[in-house]
């Protein structure tokens, strides 16, 4: 699954600049205080920075409050959106940086969530033993991570981003993207030992 990559989407990462165009229409009706198209926005990006908050702060408490904080600046700072960045980075970057002071205001420790034990239909229940198994191992791989390095890989590998257009949510230079890329890929092999070679 971790394997080696440069700008190219994650495997299991949906096209995401497919509604690009449509995005950025929503974004100017927004600036102009259309309520509907907030609400159309704030439906086609719940989903995916809820999964994103949830892997970054790895609080349940936080996801919520971040996501209402984030559409909220989306909202009120629509008009100040240049188009020289997709809509998704613009949206993503106020995530990002919005979660960040939330776990900087967190006195006490982030709480280890527990993984989703759903598993595909039609699996043997010996296998769906064994998925669970597979996932709970990366989750808590993933877990062990920084905060930085987690991002990093959360949002290559599973939102099917670039390190350019990471470099752009988390404000820093594309070599410090893949700096971060490369020592969390180390950490997790080290982390998922004997099973490494499926995923890194």
Request: hydrophobic content about 40%; overall charge positive; aromatic content about 8%.
């Amino acid at each position: 699954m971790f394997r080696s990559r440069d700008d190219r989407p994650g495997p299991e990462a949906a096209p995401i600049d497919a509604d690009e165009p449509a995005e950025r229409r929503l974004i100017g009706r927004i600036a102009a205080r259309d309520l509907h198209a907030f609400e159309q926005l704030y439906r086609a990006y719940r989903a995916r920075l809820t999964r994103f908050l949830d892997r970054m702060t790895r609080h349940s408490g936080l996801i919520e409050e971040v996501l209402n904080d984030t559409m909220l600046v989306v909202w009120n700072r629509a008009e100040r959106f240049d188009g020289s960045s997709k809509v998704s980075t613009w949206i993503f970057a106020i995530a990002y940086r919005k979660a960040l002071k939330a776990l900087q205001r967190q006195d006490e420790a982030v709480e280890e969530e527990t993984p989703d034990e759903r598993s595909a239909s039609g699996a043997g229940p010996e296998q769906q033993a064994q998925d669970r198994q597979v996932k709970a191992q990366l989750v808590r791989a993933l877990d062990a991570l920084s905060v930085d390095h987690r991002t990093v890989v959360e949002l290559t590998y599973f939102h099917g981003m670039g390190y350019r257009e990471i470099a752009q949510i988390v404000d820093c230079p594309v070599d410090t993207v893949k700096t971060r890329m490369f020592h969390a890929r180390r950490r997790l092999r080290g982390l998922l030992a004997g099973n490494a070679k499926d995923w890194l």
